[in-house]
């Protein structure tokens, strides 16, 4: 298995546009997260999913905020209109319930630059 | 709800020396699992070690090992003999064994630095 698919590696964008980050997680895995990490709050986990289905999200920061999971390989998290203080390394992460002991499997993140 | 905390922000350690990275959570839960992430500078996040709460072995891979305090609920890294790729962000995160959700909590990462 190719690991946790993220895209793109790297966005910048202006300040009140669009953004749409993308994650393919293990195949199998039926849990998925997103995380945010930034200097100041270190890693936050904004919303996860279980068999596509979103459970929490509370750590949404705000409505501007919004993530979808339409099948079992493919999830997105999109940041409509972007502020800079979005700006931060954004993580897709999945695990299985049969390995909760191993963790998870991060993909390699987005880092989001809002200017 | 759970909390982890790393009270290092920073760390150095000489070539080839041992350093020790804590870690301290706080649970009401008898049952849980607790790892230590590394993320190098590519900023990928790669499991480095896991210890099982009900296990009085602390684990161990390679020149990695823990020191798993369940009573004092502490939970520190060891690095033996380090080396210039050990540089890195180290995360200590706990996960629920019983939580359906079973959503990782991560302290705020010990940034190590390893002189040559």
């Known amino acids: 298995d190719a690991g946790v698919i993220q895209s793109p590696r790297h966005e910048v964008t202006e300040m009140g546009q669009e953004v749409t980050l993308r994650c393919k997680p293990i195949?199998?895995?039926?849990?998925l997260f997103w995380y945010r990490q930034t200097m100041m709050r270190g890693l936050e986990l904004l919303i996860y999913?279980?068999?596509?289905?979103?459970?929490?999200d509370s750590g949404m920061p705000e409505d501007r905020f919004s993530a979808k999971m339409p099948n079992a390989s493919f999830s997105t998290l999109k940041i409509q209109p972007s502020e800079p203080r979005d700006s931060a390394v954004y993580f897709c992460?999945?695990?299985?319930?049969?390995?909760?002991?191993?963790?998870?499997?991060f993909g390699s993140g987005t880092r989001l630059t809002v200017v | 709800a759970q909390t982890v905390t790393q009270s290092q922000p920073e760390m150095s350690v000489q070539e080839a020396e041992t350093v020790t990275l804590s870690c301290t959570y706080d649970?009401?839960?008898?049952?849980?699992?607790l790892f230590w992430y590394k993320q190098p500078p590519s900023r990928q996040m790669i499991l480095v070690i896991r210890?099982?709460?009900?296990?009085?072995q602390n684990a161990t891979e390679n020149r990695f090992s823990v020191n798993f305090q369940k009573a004092a609920k502490s939970f520190s890294l060891k690095i033996s003999d380090s080396q210039l790729g050990d540089a890195a962000m180290y995360f200590c995160?706990?996960?629920?064994?019983?939580?359906?959700?079973?959503?990782?909590?991560f302290g705020g990462g010990t940034r190590l630095m390893v002189k040559p």
């Open positions: 210890q099982e709460a009900y296990k009085q």
């Open positions: 995160a706990y996960r629920s064994a019983q939580n359906a959700g079973n959503m990782l909590t």
């Open positions: 999913f279980n068999n596509n289905v979103p459970i929490d």
């Open positions: 649970t009401s839960e008898s049952d849980y699992y």
């Open positions: 992460a999945s695990s299985s319930w049969d390995s909760i002991s191993y963790g998870y499997t």
């Open positions: 195949s199998g895995h039926d849990y």
